[in-house]
């Protein structure tokens, strides 16, 4: 299963915890333009080093549906950032 949320959390010393929910679907369509150059440039590469863009795509698509579930949590002094796939 593809990602369907990303959410992001701001813990400040001086202030609540900020929180904002991103929709990945909406996000991915409005930067297509730029994950085509993306792609177009990764098969490029793969056909300069003499990967098999077949093999490298494949890997990047279970990169990508191992996403969910994901967590990263930042602290730096006394702010925290928290970052969450779904």
Same mark, same amino acid.
């Given at each position: 299963m593809i990602p369907q949320l990303l &959410? #992001? /959390? #701001?813990k400040r010393p001086d202030r609540r915890r900020i929180r904002v929910w991103v929709p990945l679907l909406p996000a991915v369509l !409005? !930067? @297509?333009p730029i994950v085509i150059l993306a792609v177009l440039a990764g098969v490029v590469a793969? !056909?300069?080093?003499?990967i @098999? #863009?077949?093999?490298? !795509? /494949? &890997?990047g698509r279970r990169i990508v549906c191992?996403?969910?579930g994901t967590r990263f949590d930042i602290e730096f002094s006394r702010t925290a950032v928290l970052v969450a796939i779904r």
């Open positions: &959410t #992001v /959390g #701001v !409005l !930067l @297509s793969c !056909l300069m080093y003499g @098999s #863009v077949a093999r490298a !795509l /494949g &890997t191992a996403l969910p």
